[in-house]
């Protein structure tokens, strides 16, 4: 009985080490996205991990980007799994379903704020193209996490996000690789299929809104 159940580990955790989570690293992409240079990707040099995750968002930039600068604590929030981030502090709030102005201005050392952590610092930002949030020799960790929007044509863009890791001692090790991988990527498919919603949306809204000139070219 004791072989037994030591094989079904052993078989599980191979299944895993492998096949899935390669999967997990590389959700939504083509077979092009995850060897894309982005902003940030020098900021750790040889990084332990890279997860590289993606979306079709049938929206422009333009339709995107205001999301991306207004979430945080207290801001627009994260887009993802609202009452998890709820229940474990991350929010306040439901994540904003609306553009908020007084959030639309973000620049280099600014920081994203979430509860219990420094925040997230900016290091990079192209508006309309890049972000860069820089978290360096935090809780064990070199992280960098970084959002690139790459325009397919005029109503299709890639959203990608890419986290570079590098545990700095062995539990953060261990850590990110039975705790911090799976929690991160069911909440980050999670946020980039709540960006895809809005972005969507606000795109329709847009149009809605267009002058009439402009409805009437596209009708």
Do not use: C
Not at 44 to 59: E, H, R, S
């Amino acid at each position: 009985m004791m072989l037994a159940t030591l094989f079904v580990l052993f078989v599980l955790a191979v299944l895993y080490w492998f096949p899935l989570r390669r999967w997990m690293g590389r959700w939504g992409t083509t077979s092009s996205d995850p060897s894309r240079v982005m902003a940030g990707d020098g900021l750790i040099v040889n990084p332990t991990f890279v997860y590289t995750m993606a979306a079709t968002v049938n929206a422009q930039p333009e339709h995107i980007w205001p999301w991306l600068v207004q979430m945080g604590y207290q801001r627009g929030g994260l887009y993802s799994y609202d009452w998890l981030d709820r229940l474990f502090g991350f929010l306040d709030r439901p994540s904003a379903n609306r553009i908020l102005p007084e959030f639309q201005h973000l620049a280099v050392g600014d920081k994203i704020p979430l509860p219990r952590s420094q925040g997230y610092p900016v290091a990079a930002i192209e508006p309309g193209r890049a972000l860069v949030l820089d978290m360096r020799n935090m809780w064990g960790f070199d992280w960098v996490w970084q959002f690139g929007l790459y325009a397919v044509d005029e109503k299709r863009t890639r959203l990608v996000s890419r986290s570079t890791l590098r545990p700095l001692i062995i539990w953060t090790w261990l850590f990110s690789v039975l705790v911090l991988e799976p929690a991160a990527f069911v909440m980050t498919r999670r946020m980039l299929l709540g960006l895809k919603q809005r972005a969507e949306t606000l795109r329709v809204q847009k149009g809605i809104t267009s002058p009439p000139s402009q409805l009437s070219q596209a009708a």
